[in-house]
């Protein structure tokens, strides 16, 4: 009996083995493992372009209004100079550009005038070598030298003034206002203005011509003092006549009277 019971704790044992082994995961066969590639290093991303990249012809043409100043800028390679100080000048540049209207209201033959020197000078008049933000014109220093040259006074001054959000320029030819920002950066300013700035070195008045000397006056000549102070001197020649007849008449009635006494003593 007893055999019996360890028969059967035996095969209990052996099935509950036999299970467990049955619901047990099968393990995944091992692959053997590649190597990873390394990553390839990462290409730096280009540099953002900065306002000192900026084609100044390219921010005109933008709004359409600057044909003429455009073709001047071309035409006296200040465009090439002034996208080259862009890329080196560290303080940037302020640019104040006449739209077409401002041209077509000049004097007819007015651009045609001017030498190739003299346009170069007039539209480098309208560069100013510092960028000045709108809302720092009213702490600039007046006159503000231009690359035209000179801020002396009858050269090439340019003086600002700025009421509120107005900013009004004055050449000594013109006054002109500035309507808006067309391009701001960090160094580079754009603005549009309604008139063309015209400096006083090659739009000013012409200076009067100098007075020639007057000749001297000639001087008239002394009379004596003893003929000037004389009576006959101021008298006529009739009266001068007149004078001497009085005179003789005078010295015949002396001489008769004392004849006269002389008879009378006698007797």
Do not use: C
């Amino acid at each position: 009996m007893q055999a019996m019971r360890r028969l059967v704790r035996v095969l209990v044992v052996l099935g509950v083995a036999v299970t467990a082994s049955a619901q047990a995961p099968t393990a995944a066969p091992t692959t053997p493992t590649t190597p990873a590639t390394p990553a390839a290093p990462a290409t730096p991303a280009a540099p953002a372009p900065t306002a000192g990249t900026s084609n100044i012809t390219g921010v005109l043409e933008k709004r359409g209004q600057f044909t003429t100043f455009i073709r001047l800028l071309k035409s006296t390679g200040v465009a090439s100079q002034i996208d080259n100080q862009l890329s080196n000048n560290g303080n940037g540049l302020t640019v104040f550009a006449p739209t077409d209207n401002a041209f077509t209201s000049l004097p007819s033959g007015t651009l045609n005038s001017l030498s190739d020197q003299d346009k170069n000078a007039l539209v480098q008049y309208h560069v100013v070598s510092t960028a000045i933000p709108m809302s720092q014109f009213d702490t600039v220093s007046n006159p503000l030298r231009t690359q035209a040259g000179s801020a002396s006074p009858g050269e090439y001054p340019l003086n600002v003034t700025s009421e509120g959000q107005q900013v009004n320029i004055s050449t000594g030819v013109v006054n002109a206002t500035v309507n808006n920002a067309v391009y701001s950066g960090d160094n580079l300013q754009v603005y549009e203005v309604d008139k063309v700035l015209l400096p006083l070195k090659l739009f000013g008045a012409p200076q009067a011509p100098a007075p020639a000397p007057l000749a001297p006056a000639k001087k008239k000549g002394k009379t004596p003092a003893s003929v000037a102070d004389s009576p006959e001197a101021e008298a006529s020649p009739d009266a001068t006549t007149s004078l001497a007849a009085t005179r003789v008449t005078g010295g015949g009635g002396l001489a008769a009277a004392l004849a006269l006494a002389g008879v009378w003593w006698a007797l």
